[in-house]
Protein backbone atom coordinates (compact mmCIF):
# COMPACT_ATOMS: atom_id res chain seq x y z
CA UNK A 1 0.00 0.00 0.00
CA UNK A 2 1.45 3.10 -1.55
CA UNK A 3 1.25 6.23 1.23
CA UNK A 4 2.92 9.64 1.32
CA UNK A 5 2.46 12.36 3.88
CA UNK A 6 3.43 16.25 4.50
CA UNK A 7 5.01 17.13 7.52
CA UNK A 8 5.99 21.07 8.13
CA UNK A 9 5.22 24.40 9.60
CA UNK A 10 1.36 25.44 9.10
CA UNK A 11 2.97 29.01 9.84
CA UNK A 12 6.13 30.92 8.47
CA UNK A 13 6.60 34.93 8.27
CA UNK A 14 7.30 36.64 5.34
CA UNK A 15 10.94 36.42 4.03
CA UNK A 16 11.14 33.22 6.13
CA UNK A 17 12.67 29.81 4.28
CA UNK A 18 10.01 26.87 4.43
CA UNK A 19 10.63 23.63 5.20
CA UNK A 20 8.55 20.63 4.42
CA UNK A 21 9.30 17.15 4.88
CA UNK A 22 7.48 14.11 2.79
CA UNK A 23 7.50 10.61 4.10
CA UNK A 24 6.61 8.05 1.83
CA UNK A 25 6.06 4.39 2.39
CA UNK A 26 5.11 1.24 0.10
CA UNK A 27 7.89 2.47 -2.80
CA UNK A 28 11.48 3.61 -3.10
CA UNK A 29 12.72 5.98 -4.91
CA UNK A 30 16.05 3.21 -5.16
CA UNK A 31 13.53 1.15 -7.53
CA UNK A 32 13.82 2.49 -11.03
CA UNK A 33 11.15 4.49 -12.32
CA UNK A 34 9.56 6.14 -9.15
CA UNK A 35 10.17 9.79 -8.23
CA UNK A 36 8.68 12.28 -5.86
CA UNK A 37 6.82 15.59 -6.96
CA UNK A 38 5.42 18.57 -5.11
CA UNK A 39 2.71 20.41 -6.27
CA UNK A 40 0.77 23.28 -4.19
CA UNK A 41 -2.76 24.76 -4.39
CA UNK A 42 -3.29 28.32 -3.06
CA UNK A 43 -6.88 28.27 -1.46
CA UNK A 44 -9.79 28.15 -4.42
CA UNK A 45 -7.07 27.78 -6.93
CA UNK A 46 -5.63 25.38 -9.30
CA UNK A 47 -2.78 22.68 -8.88
CA UNK A 48 0.80 24.16 -9.28
CA UNK A 49 3.58 22.19 -9.78
CA UNK A 50 6.86 22.51 -8.06
CA UNK A 51 9.57 20.34 -8.77
CA UNK A 52 10.42 16.74 -8.69
CA UNK A 53 13.14 14.09 -8.11
CA UNK A 54 13.93 11.03 -9.24
CA UNK A 55 15.87 8.36 -8.05
CA UNK A 56 19.19 9.22 -9.11
CA UNK A 57 19.33 11.95 -7.64
CA UNK A 58 18.09 14.56 -10.52
CA UNK A 59 16.25 17.50 -9.90
CA UNK A 60 13.74 19.36 -11.61
CA UNK A 61 12.14 22.78 -10.87
CA UNK A 62 9.35 25.17 -11.77
CA UNK A 63 10.76 27.90 -14.23
CA UNK A 64 9.04 30.39 -12.09
CA UNK A 65 10.26 29.43 -8.70
CA UNK A 66 13.62 27.50 -9.47
CA UNK A 67 15.68 30.44 -7.80
CA UNK A 68 13.71 29.50 -4.34
CA UNK A 69 13.36 25.76 -4.35
CA UNK A 70 15.71 22.76 -3.30
CA UNK A 71 14.32 19.68 -3.54
CA UNK A 72 16.27 16.43 -1.97
CA UNK A 73 16.20 13.01 -0.78
CA UNK A 74 17.06 10.51 1.86
CA UNK A 75 16.27 7.19 0.28
CA UNK A 76 16.63 5.00 3.41
CA UNK A 77 14.50 6.99 5.24
CA UNK A 78 12.10 7.34 2.68
CA UNK A 79 11.33 10.64 2.74
CA UNK A 80 11.77 14.15 -0.16
CA UNK A 81 12.32 17.41 1.76
CA UNK A 82 11.60 20.83 -0.22
CA UNK A 83 12.95 24.10 0.96
CA UNK A 84 11.41 27.57 -0.22
CA UNK A 85 13.15 30.51 0.10
CA UNK A 86 11.72 34.21 0.82
CA UNK A 87 8.26 32.62 1.30
CA UNK A 88 5.15 35.61 0.56
CA UNK A 89 1.80 35.55 1.52
CA UNK A 90 1.21 34.76 -1.90
CA UNK A 91 3.18 31.95 -1.89
CA UNK A 92 -0.18 30.53 1.20
CA UNK A 93 -1.14 26.89 -0.41
CA UNK A 94 -1.80 23.34 0.87
CA UNK A 95 1.64 21.60 -0.22
CA UNK A 96 1.27 18.12 -1.41
CA UNK A 97 3.89 15.59 -2.48
CA UNK A 98 2.80 12.86 -4.84
CA UNK A 99 4.59 9.31 -6.25
CA UNK A 100 5.36 10.04 -9.83
CA UNK A 101 5.57 7.37 -12.31
CA UNK A 102 8.54 8.37 -14.53
CA UNK A 103 7.48 5.93 -17.49
CA UNK A 104 3.84 7.27 -17.82
CA UNK A 105 4.94 10.62 -16.16
CA UNK A 106 2.20 10.52 -13.84
CA UNK A 107 1.01 11.53 -10.07
CA UNK A 108 -0.26 8.86 -9.25
CA UNK A 109 -0.82 8.88 -5.15
CA UNK A 110 -0.74 11.95 -3.44
CA UNK A 111 -0.70 12.84 0.26
CA UNK A 112 -3.49 14.50 2.11
CA UNK A 113 -1.62 17.82 1.87
CA UNK A 114 -0.47 20.07 4.53
CA UNK A 115 -1.53 24.00 4.43
CA UNK A 116 0.83 26.30 4.64
CA UNK A 117 0.14 30.28 5.50
CA UNK A 118 2.78 33.09 5.03
CA UNK A 119 1.25 35.92 7.79
CA UNK A 120 3.30 38.33 10.18
CA UNK B 1 5.96 26.08 -21.09
CA UNK B 2 3.20 24.41 -22.11
CA UNK B 3 0.12 26.09 -20.83
CA UNK B 4 -3.40 24.19 -20.42
CA UNK B 5 -6.51 25.78 -21.23
CA UNK B 6 -9.71 24.52 -19.83
CA UNK B 7 -13.58 25.01 -20.62
CA UNK B 8 -16.06 25.52 -19.37
CA UNK B 9 -14.89 26.59 -15.72
CA UNK B 10 -18.23 25.66 -14.39
CA UNK B 11 -20.34 23.21 -15.32
CA UNK B 12 -24.03 22.58 -13.71
CA UNK B 13 -25.09 18.96 -14.67
CA UNK B 14 -28.39 17.58 -13.72
CA UNK B 15 -27.84 13.69 -12.10
CA UNK B 16 -28.26 11.25 -14.88
CA UNK B 17 -27.23 13.78 -17.76
CA UNK B 18 -23.70 13.13 -19.39
CA UNK B 19 -21.41 16.37 -18.93
CA UNK B 20 -17.91 16.90 -21.50
CA UNK B 21 -14.88 18.68 -20.50
CA UNK B 22 -12.14 20.44 -23.13
CA UNK B 23 -8.97 20.74 -22.87
CA UNK B 24 -6.14 23.00 -25.37
CA UNK B 25 -2.58 22.69 -24.99
CA UNK B 26 -0.35 25.47 -26.18
CA UNK B 27 2.20 22.49 -27.61
CA UNK B 28 1.19 19.36 -28.97
CA UNK B 29 1.26 16.51 -26.74
CA UNK B 30 1.40 13.82 -28.55
CA UNK B 31 4.62 11.67 -28.15
CA UNK B 32 7.21 10.22 -30.64
CA UNK B 33 6.03 6.96 -29.25
CA UNK B 34 2.36 7.23 -30.15
CA UNK B 35 1.34 8.59 -26.51
CA UNK B 36 -0.47 11.46 -25.52
CA UNK B 37 0.74 12.87 -22.53
CA UNK B 38 -2.24 13.76 -21.30
CA UNK B 39 -3.51 12.81 -17.68
CA UNK B 40 -6.67 13.57 -16.05
CA UNK B 41 -7.54 14.25 -12.34
CA UNK B 42 -10.86 14.75 -10.26
CA UNK B 43 -10.45 16.51 -6.75
CA UNK B 44 -13.49 15.67 -4.85
CA UNK B 45 -14.04 18.87 -1.93
CA UNK B 46 -11.52 18.89 0.73
CA UNK B 47 -9.87 15.52 -0.85
CA UNK B 48 -6.60 15.06 -2.39
CA UNK B 49 -6.51 15.17 -6.49
CA UNK B 50 -7.36 11.41 -7.70
CA UNK B 51 -5.82 10.34 -11.35
CA UNK B 52 -8.71 9.68 -13.60
CA UNK B 53 -7.64 9.14 -16.86
CA UNK B 54 -3.79 8.66 -17.93
CA UNK B 55 -2.37 8.82 -21.44
CA UNK B 56 -5.34 10.36 -22.82
CA UNK B 57 -7.84 7.61 -22.83
CA UNK B 58 -6.83 5.34 -20.30
CA UNK B 59 -8.78 4.84 -17.16
CA UNK B 60 -7.11 4.59 -13.89
CA UNK B 61 -8.00 1.76 -11.55
CA UNK B 62 -10.72 1.31 -10.26
CA UNK B 63 -12.41 4.48 -12.03
CA UNK B 64 -16.07 3.81 -13.33
CA UNK B 65 -16.46 3.41 -16.69
CA UNK B 66 -18.83 6.18 -17.35
CA UNK B 67 -15.39 8.33 -17.21
CA UNK B 68 -13.87 8.32 -20.97
CA UNK B 69 -11.49 10.37 -22.30
CA UNK B 70 -10.58 10.77 -26.04
CA UNK B 71 -8.20 13.64 -27.92
CA UNK B 72 -4.98 13.60 -29.42
CA UNK B 73 -2.36 16.57 -30.50
CA UNK B 74 -3.47 19.91 -28.53
CA UNK B 75 -7.53 18.72 -28.02
CA UNK B 76 -8.23 16.76 -25.51
CA UNK B 77 -12.10 16.15 -23.92
CA UNK B 78 -13.19 14.01 -20.81
CA UNK B 79 -16.21 12.78 -20.92
CA UNK B 80 -18.73 11.41 -18.31
CA UNK B 81 -22.04 9.44 -19.55
CA UNK B 82 -24.41 9.96 -16.73
CA UNK B 83 -23.71 12.11 -14.02
CA UNK B 84 -23.72 10.94 -10.72
CA UNK B 85 -24.13 12.77 -7.06
CA UNK B 86 -20.25 11.56 -6.25
CA UNK B 87 -18.68 12.96 -9.32
CA UNK B 88 -18.73 16.23 -7.96
CA UNK B 89 -15.64 18.20 -8.01
CA UNK B 90 -13.35 20.38 -9.94
CA UNK B 91 -11.22 18.47 -13.03
CA UNK B 92 -7.94 19.51 -13.76
CA UNK B 93 -6.30 18.09 -17.09
CA UNK B 94 -2.37 17.95 -16.92
CA UNK B 95 0.71 17.49 -19.63
CA UNK B 96 3.25 15.36 -18.89
CA UNK B 97 5.23 15.61 -22.27
CA UNK B 98 7.55 17.95 -20.48
CA UNK B 99 8.50 16.75 -17.04
CA UNK B 100 7.91 20.04 -15.68
CA UNK B 101 3.54 19.23 -15.57
CA UNK B 102 1.38 21.92 -15.88
CA UNK B 103 -2.46 21.71 -14.63
CA UNK B 104 -5.41 23.47 -16.30
CA UNK B 105 -7.51 26.09 -14.38
CA UNK B 106 -9.76 23.14 -13.39
CA UNK B 107 -13.52 22.59 -14.27
CA UNK B 108 -15.99 22.83 -11.37
CA UNK B 109 -18.49 20.12 -11.64
CA UNK B 110 -22.10 21.08 -9.73
CA UNK B 111 -25.56 19.02 -9.48
CA UNK B 112 -28.02 20.92 -10.48
Not at chain 1, 105 to 111: E, I, K, M
Amino acid sequence: QVTLRESGPALVKPTQTLTLTCTFSGFSLSTSGMCVSWIRQPPGKALEWLARIDGDDDEYYSTSLKTRLTISKDTSKNQVVLTMTNMDPVDTATYYCARTDEGKRLHDYWGQGTLVTVSS
Amino acid sequence: DIVMTQSPLSLPVTPGEPASISCRSSQSLLHSNGYNYLHWYLQKPGQSPQLLIYLGSNRASGVPDRFSGSGSGTDFTLKISRVEAEDVGVFYCMQALQIRSAFGQGTRLEIK
